[in-house]
Structures are given as structure tokens and as C-alpha cells.
């Protein structure tokens, strides 16, 4: 069951985050904050994060950088939830993919499953042209 780490400072939109994952089959970890996520993320277990960009603590941007510039989760798939004003260039050079605020459950539901997807198709592609390299 792939595990999806939820960094989303308001604990209301979190909770809706973790049902409408959960009730799609997925594992969710959660995290309060950019430091918190970061720290559960390198750790391991996750393997996607839906981040929070929007943050009070202005952390979000961060930490998107921080898990890229880290070894261990700098190959997580981040699906990063931001606002009207943050969605340009920036975002899209760190995240695999955006999701706008406000959001309905069901476009960040297909976000998630879409990354997933492009996630697993790789990690295919990647096995097969080991295997005929070793071949």
C-alpha cells in the first residue's frame, strides 16, 4: 500500500487530506509543519509527500527545496498544494505536480494517483533497461 506524507499546517484540511487518501487506499503519514515533514521524510517509509506551500510559518517553499537538496528524499514525489500567487515557475521547477488552493478532494485525489502512476511507470522503465544493459 503506497504511503503518501501529508505536511499541512491546519489540522482540519489535513484530516480531509487524510480521508480522501485513505479512502482511496493509501497509507498516510501527517505532519504539522515544514520541519516536522522534512524530518519524518528523511526517516523513509513515505513515498510520495502532498505539501503544503501556503504555510503561517512561510516554511513551505523551504522545505520543498530542503527535500529536493537532501539525498534520501530527494527522489519523493512532491504534489505541492500552494495559492493563486504561488503557482508559477517556481513551484513547477521543485513539484512534480501543483494543486491550487482552494481545492476540490477529487482534483487532488487524481494529482496523487497521476504521480503515483508516473512513479511507478519510471521505476518500470528504469528495471528494464537495467535488465537489458545486464544482458
Keep these: 500500500m503506497p504511503t503518501i506524507l501529508v505536511v499541512e499546517e491546519e489540522e482540519v484540511i489535513r484530516g480531509l487530506i487524510r480521508v480522501v487518501l485513505e479512502s482511496a487506499g493509501y497509507l498516510v503519514l501527517e505532519a ?4 516536522a515533514g522534512f ?26 527545496r530542503r527535500l529536493r ?30 494543486v491550487v488552493k482552494p481545492f476540490r478532494p477529487a482534483q487532488l485525489l487524481l494529482k496523487v494517483q497521476m504521480t503515483m502512476s508516473a512513479r511507478i511507470e519510471a521505476a518500470r522503465v528504469a528495471e528494464a533497461m537495467r535488465a537489458g544493459a545486464s544482458a
Design 39 to 64: 524530518q519524518m521524510a528523511k526517516r523513509g517509509g513515505a513515498d510520495a509527500v502532498v505539501l503544503d506551500c501556503m504555510s503561517r510559518a512561510g516554511d513551505g517553499i523551504g522545505t520543498l
Design 32 to 35: 504539522g509543519d515544514g520541519n
Design 69 to 98: 537538496g537532501e539525498a534520501t528524499t530527494a527522489h519523493l514525489p512532491v504534489i505541492a498544494l500552494c495559492g493563486l500567487g504561488q503557482s508559477g515557475a517556481e513551484l513547477g521547477l521543485w513539484a512534480n505536480a501543483l
